[in-house]
């Protein structure tokens, strides 16, 4: 009878938790602001020739000084399925194509901090006793900053080797559009032509995320997109196999917070358990 107490208890407190998280948040759920951080990277074989492209995304919330990072993990459930035993060790050999997908289950980890805090909480579920405490600048190391890092890095509005062939803006959408051609490629590395993309800052008012805080500030627009294009090349002497023409996308967009009463219930956890950071 004790367990059926406690289990009883706990139920109850989670759905007062929730009950409350919709009351205090009706408010403030208008003023949560989100952004969808999505990436395309191929990567290919050079003795098949085959090119594996992964696509990668992840939603940024905002709130007043906090921020919610949504990161989806998925996993992925194979047919065909064969196991071998060696001794103790026992190996599973998957056929990873499409076809033999059986099911893809999401499930997210949410990272939650404060603007210019250095400790955050990750919590795998709103239901978790407690949140686990993790290091901000690791963390964005690992899971954003890399990957804007990789354009600033490129230093690609003052690089010689890089030429301005064209800027055209979009009257409908607004979107101011520029092209860079490689002048010569050093290794195969350098991309064969560059393609940015800007909005008007007014369209990202309530976004702090940025690509490259020197672009926005030097066009005094925001950067939301570059892409990479790499032509095909057909097999010669120093290549055995055919380079298929590839493309990098790093891409940043506003987007629409349909669950609201979830992740202001996250941001109204995270207020309740930010003294555990102290």
């Not at 404060?114 to 290091?135: A, C, P, Q, R």
């Not at 702090?208 to 627009?221: C, G």
């Amino acid at each position: 009878m004790l367990m059926k107490n406690n289990l009883f208890l706990k139920l109850f407190g989670i759905i007062i938790f929730f009950s409350t998280c919709t009351v205090l948040n009706k408010k403030q759920q208008n003023l949560i602001s989100a952004v969808n951080v999505y990436s395309k990277m191929p990567f290919m074989d050079s003795v098949s020739g085959k090119v594996l492209v992964m696509e990668d995304s992840c939603s940024v919330y905002y709130l007043d000084d906090m921020v919610l990072y949504r990161v989806p993990l998925a996993t992925t459930t194979y047919k065909n399925m064969t196991i071998n035993k060696n001794g103790d060790t026992t190996n599973f050999v998957v056929d990873m194509d499409d076809n033999n997908i059986l099911d893809v289950t999401i499930r997210y980890r949410n990272h939650l901090f404060k603007t210019n805090e250095k400790k955050g909480l990750m919590y795998d579920s709103i239901m978790v006793d407690t949140g686990k405490v993790f290091d901000v600048a690791k963390f964005l190391n690992k899971n954003t900053n890399y990957r804007t890092n990789a354009f600033n890095k490129m230093s690609l509005l003052n690089d010689p080797n890089d030429k301005l062939v064209s800027v055209s803006k979009d009257k409908k959408t607004n979107i101011l559009h520029e092209k860079y051609a490689s002048i010569s490629k050093p290794d195969q590395t350098y991309s064969d032509s560059t393609y940015l993309y800007y909005l008007p800052q007014k369209q990202f008012k309530n976004i702090n995320f940025s690509l490259s805080e020197k672009v926005d500030s030097l066009k005094k627009r925001k950067f939301f997109q570059f892409k990479l294009i790499y032509n095909a090349v057909p097999k010669n002497d120093t290549q055995k196999v055919d380079y298929p023409r590839r493309e990098i996308i790093l891409r940043i967009n506003e987007i629409e917070v349909k669950n609201q009463d979830e992740i202001a219930a996250f941001f109204e956890r995270f207020k309740k358990d930010s003294k555990l950071l102290k």
